[in-house]
């Protein structure tokens, strides 16, 4: 039965293909039914996980086009590029069918289907890590996208350009691409799903600032965003549930250990549970008992939900230099001497490790101390209260400063009325 469902949507098509040569007999009617037969077909070929198919689909219905409206055409074309990037481990292959549709937009003078399939390619490359290939399509496309004042897929552009920069590490350019995104979604009517995005963004980049305070209310945002969307597509759970890992991320990173069973137990996320909600409950867990060991032992346990995402990655290798750091001040606090090959023997890393570690604590001023390496030992300095002499006298010299500058004020006075 599964056979035969594809087969006769193909012969179906091959019918309709017949009528290319002949566009009076396509009337609005067939030209739907045109329309849902390519839906239909290319959701087919996803389910099977075969974006060839789909490939030689959009070559296979590229005569009906000269006869169907421009809007329905890169709708159809849009939508076929849109199923391949739903295929796992074809992004090659998606990224040579927008380059195939950007050359034939641009033979037949399709001026906007060119621009949507465009910012499809930047996303391919993004994804891809081609960062420099994919501000090479963004710029033109940019300049491009404001002189025809296209406000909806200028907005997308400035958003796939902020997530460019952001990966770059541009942090300054990143934000700028976000902020006009915002603007543009601010003078256009913007789809929900796309605000989600937005909100992502923008608490991805006060993370990376940490201002996780700010952050945690851009992931809520956008959680609740793409939770109250109703859809079966998968990308849109996945995406809701990385907002949900954002927004433990953001409780953690704050310390605010309670709240993250409050927020896993919340009604609105009980749909998601699975190993990425464990996972972060694990690290809620090992950094409120400011265990490193368990904090470890969670991140190998979990080691893909946890490290596969670049953002979880990044700061949670931050959460794991602080749990360090907390533990070696425990371990070093009762000594005013101890052997270094004895501080990595209780923390359970290497001796090299520890020891590059003490070294920039101290240089950071969080350790008050000297490394004795040719004794292998640590000297732990006591705190000694700081000496107020300088700051005491800068003040009194600043002081000093105004009273003769208000005496010389008062001179000049008098100098002009004698």
């Avoid at 909806?152 to 006009?180: C, F, G, P």
């Avoid at 896993?264 to 490193?292: C, F, N, P, Q």
């Avoid at 670049?310 to 794991?320: G, K, N, S, T, W």
Wanted: with cysteine; aromatic share 6%.
């Amino acid at each position: 039965m599964e056979d035969s469902v594809p087969s006769s949507l193909e012969e179906t098509l091959v019918g309709y293909l017949r009528l290319a040569n002949e566009p009076q007999k396509l009337t609005r009617t067939t030209q739907d039914d045109i329309e849902k037969t390519i839906y239909a077909l290319g959701n087919q070929y996803t389910a099977s996980n075969d974006a060839n198919k789909i490939k030689a689909l959009l070559s296979q219905v590229q005569p009906l086009f000269g006869s169907l409206p421009n809007a329905k055409t890169a709708k159809i074309v849009h939508t076929l590029v849109n199923l391949v990037s739903r295929i796992p481990g074809v992004l090659d292959l998606q990224i040579e069918l927008c380059l195939d549709s950007i050359e034939w937009a641009k033979k037949s003078d399709r001026g906007f289907l060119r621009q949507k399939i465009e910012a499809q390619l930047a996303t391919c490359y993004l994804k891809q890590g081609a960062f420099l290939k994919a501000l090479k399509v963004l710029s033109p496309l940019l300049l491009e996208l404001k002189r025809f004042d296209d406000k909806l897929l200028l907005l997308e552009v400035q958003l796939i350009e902020s997530r460019v920069y952001h990966k770059l590490m541009n942090l300054a350019k990143s934000k700028a691409s976000l902020t006009a995104a915002r603007t543009s979604a601010n003078t256009v009517y913007c789809p929900p799903l796309l605000q989600a995005q937005i909100d992502m963004q923008a608490g991805i980049l006060h993370a990376e600032e940490k201002d996780f305070k700010t952050a945690y209310s851009y992931f809520y945002e956008c959680f609740e965003g793409y939770n109250s969307v109703l859809t079966d597509d998968p990308n849109v759970k996945r995406e809701a549930m990385i907002a949900l890992k954002y927004m433990l991320l953001s409780k953690i990173m704050l310390n605010s250990i309670s709240e993250v069973n409050q927020i896993i137990g919340a009604k609105a996320a009980i749909g998601y549970t699975g190993r990425e909600v464990e996972a972060m409950r694990s690290m809620a867990d090992a950094h409120h008992a400011r265990s490193l060991d368990s904090f470890r032992a969670g991140k190998e346990k979990y080691h893909d939900e946890l490290t596969q995402d670049p953002v979880m990655a990044r700061h949670l290798l931050q959460l794991e230099d602080t749990l360090f750091e907390q533990n070696l001040c425990r371990i070093i606090e009762p000594f005013s001497c101890i052997e270094i090959n004895h501080v990595a023997e209780l923390i359970d890393l290497p001796v090299e490790k520890v020891e590059k570690k003490l070294s920039q604590m101290i240089l950071d001023k969080k350790l008050s101390g000297i490394l004795d390496q040719g004794a292998g030992t640590l000297i732990v300095h006591d705190d000694s209260p700081a000496d107020q002499t300088y700051p005491a006298a800068l003040e009194t010299v600043q002081g000093l400063n105004k009273v003769v500058d208000s005496l010389y004020q008062k001179a000049l006075a008098v100098g002009m009325h004698s």
